[in-house]
């Protein structure tokens, strides 16, 4: 039996190729497994569980029927999609995880967590992260009208897309710090985590400061491919799924 874990999906209407890849990997994979892990940024951008775009609906659809088929699927939100909230848990079956969330995975015990509140030398980006993630500010933006949070996704978006190209030096400044993933692995005392975000798919290991070594798992983006990991009771592997 399988689980599977995916991120950075990054779904949106602008790219249905990749969202038929999504929906193909539900119907075809992800019905037939032990469970489904979503680790954050599913969507590009999630305004809130009001939005009844034919998009969302269909996406919400094809999610619902994978739980009713009885597989668990579980969400943590991204940096993109944390407006995702109890209404769409109710219409999916998704179960909703705070990060970061310890699972049994086949008797590891394993951390699993978007990945951006790992990337502690970006300070602006983990200023801005802290304020709009306050619990008063999700509820006054949930007030505001569909349209006007639509506008603020789209000019977020724009904003984070100005930047490239990216230096070298920008770049490490966006992955993980070391710092951050060990405190991690001693705060909750585990010896494997699995996260997104970064778009760098790859299995790290690292040394603790008690000797031992832990593992983490990154995985891959969905822009010019699909990216699973499958894990089973004796493997893990990265797959990349063609478009
Ligand atoms: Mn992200």
Redo the contacts with the bound molecule.
């Keep these: 039996m399988t689980s599977w874990f995916i991120s950075?999906l990054h779904l949106s209407p602008a790219r249905p190729d990749i969202t038929r890849l999504f929906l193909e990997f539900l119907q075809e994979q992800a019905v037939h497994a032990d469970a489904l892990y979503i680790l954050?940024?599913l969507f590009d951008a999630w305004i809130g569980d009001d939005d009844t775009s034919d998009f969302a609906a269909a996406l919400q659809g094809a999610l619902r029927q994978v739980t009713q088929q009885g597989v668990p699927v579980y969400f943590i939100a991204?940096?993109?999609d944390f407006l995702v909230g109890p209404r769409f848990a109710r219409m999916t079956g998704v179960r909703l995880l705070n990060e970061p969330a310890v699972i049994d995975l086949y008797g590891t015990p394993t951390l699993l967590l978007?990945?951006?509140s790992l990337c502690t030398a970006d300070r602006s980006y983990q200023r801005f992260r802290r304020i709009i993630r306050q619990p008063w500010l999700v509820k006054i933006l949930l007030a505001l009208p569909l349209s006007m949070r639509m506008r603020i996704a789209n000019k977020l978006r724009a904003s984070s897309a100005t930047q490239q190209p990216l230096s070298a030096e920008q770049l490490a400044i966006m992955d993980v710090t070391d710092t951050a993933v060990i405190d991690l692995f001693v705060r909750y005392d585990v010896g494997q985590m699995i996260h997104?975000?970064t778009h760098r798919p790859a299995i790290h290991e690292h040394q603790l400061p008690d000797g031992n070594t832990a593992e983490r798992i990154v995985l891959g983006d969905w822009y010019e491919q699909g990216s699973l990991l499958r894990v089973t009771r004796t493997e893990r592997q990265l797959i990349s799924q063609p478009l």
């Design positions: 950075d954050g940024d991204g940096n993109r978007h990945g951006d997104g975000h």
